[in-house]
C-alpha cells in the first residue's frame, strides 16, 4: 500500500500501477444486503432457484455492487495522506463488462490515471479495474474523480 503525503508526489505517479486487492468472495448474505439498501430485488440478484435455472446459473452481483466496493478495495492500494479534505466528485466511464456470480471472488487494481489544477485545488482521476478471478473479462472499469481541497 502506497501512501502519497503530497499532490505533487499524485502527479508524478500518474500512469504507475499501485498494484492489486486481496481477493474478497462475493457471497449472497452481501447481495441480498444491497438489495435491501437499493430497493433492487431482481431474481437474478436474489433467487437462488431461478436463477440456478437463468443465463447465467446462478445469482449475480449488482453492478452498482461492485462499483460500491471501490472504497473497500482502495486503502488495501493507496492512502492519501495530503493537506485538506478530500471530497468524492463522480465517476468517469464505469462498464461492466463481466458478470459476478455469488461465490466468485474479485480484486481491484488501480493507476492514477490525471492529477490536474482545479479553482478548489486538485482533481485526481483513479483509475479501477476490478478482476474477477478465472475470468479473463473485468466485472468492472471505473475512473473515481476525487477534489483534494486546499
Keep these: 500500500m502506497r501512501t502519497f503525503t503530497s499532490t505533487d ?13 486481496d481477493w474478497l468472495e462475493i ?3 452481501r447481495v441480498d444486503a444491497f438489495a435491501d439498501a437499493t ?23 449488482h453492478g452498482y455492487l461492485t462499483l460500491s466496493l471501490i472504497p473497500q478495495f482502495t486503502p488495501e492500494l493507496f492512502a492519501l495522506d495530503t ?17 459476478v456470480k455469488v461465490g466468485k471472488r ?6 492514477i490515471a490525471d492529477v490536474s489544477d482545479v479553482p478548489a485545488g486538485k482533481q485526481m482521476v483513479t483509475r479501477y479495474t476490478v478482476e474477477i478471478e478465472g475470468e479473463a473479462k473485468p466485472a468492472c472499469v471505473a475512473e473515481t474523480v476525487v477534489l483534494l481541497l486546499g
Design 39 to 61: 430497493g433492487d430485488h431482481q431474481w437474478i440478484h436474489v433467487d437462488v432457484e431461478r436463477a440456478a435455472d437463468g443465463p447465467f446459473g446462478g445469482t449475480i452481483a
Design 106 to 111: 474479485i480484486r481491484a487494481t488501480a493507476q
Design 27 to 29: 457471497t449472497q448474505e
Design 9 to 21: 508526489q499524485l502527479a508524478d505517479a500518474v500512469g504507475e500501477d499501485l498494484g492489486s486487492t
Design 83 to 99: 493537506p485538506g479534505a478530500k471530497l468524492n466528485y463522480g465517476v468517469n466511464k464505469v462498464r461492466f463488462p463481466h458478470p
